[in-house]
């Protein structure tokens, strides 16, 4: 099992009559892309402002790589907050440059390190440009890159895909995966479950102040898993509820091209094996997958 590289124990935090927190505990494992998920008003962005310093709990506390973190930590984290902050009226480079020497990088490290990333993510003729001259993608490119720049032990994206078109979207998402291989730690916020689902190797989901729901994507999943089951079979037969037993109930059945696809839930104590061996004596049958839920139906069916 990993080791924890920031833990949270019961933090609580409250703003005059509301409980923004309220003994929250989290576990983000070392080199992991962890989930921060919840509705809005949850309590997410509260606990991330905690986690960058920004705030201080009321009570409970922060650990980082197993000590209580302090306000020098800052320095190893870098942070892409959902409201982006670039200076309009400056020019893109010059403030690139600026942002990362406050990050510690000398201006010679600071200005090959931000040539690659420029060139990576096709901006680089936008340097001498105005920040207010990009569009909101280019802008968030650009934010992006001072986040990462200095290869922080932690980094915090708060809905980091929104404004981006699919494709850059889907650029994003694979840098995010390769910071992770290069060993960075990730908390990943987002409403976004497919993205969750994409890149996420753990989650919590924050509701009401509390953490409700907390683990690896895969085992909640499984968690989750109702005994429902898709098989598709050869042909059409609309008489096919006379092939079932009572413990197997049809809850969805489609025509596709020329075969049936159907939706059974079996009961608690059956195995799909014995649904197989009653359709076989009248169908041919093509395939049969168990139903997993998505992270999006285990989200509405956990918040609700």
Known sequence: MSKSLIEARDVVKAYSNHVALDKVSISVPENHIFGLLGPNGAGKTTLIRIINQITAPDSGELLLDGRKMSNLDVEQIGYLPEERGLYRKMKVGEQALYLAQLKGLSRNDAMKKLKFWFNKFDILPWWDKKVEELSKGMQQKVQFITTVLHEPKLLIFDEPFSGFDPVNAQLLKDEILELKKKGATIIFSTHNMSSVEEICDDIALINKSKVILEGNVTDIKNTYKSNKFRFMIEGKND??????????????????????????????????????????????????????????????????
């Open 239 to 304: 008489s096919l509820n006379g092939d079932l037993p009572q413990w197997a109930e049809l809850l969805d059945k489609k025509e596709k091209k020329d075969n049936l696809e159907l939706m059974i839930q079996l009961e608690e104590d059956h195995k799909p094996n014995e649904v197989l061996k009653i359709l076989m004596k009248e169908h041919s049958i093509l395939g049969f997958e168990e139903q997993i839920p998505s992270m999006n139906d285990i989200f509405i069916k956990v918040v609700s």
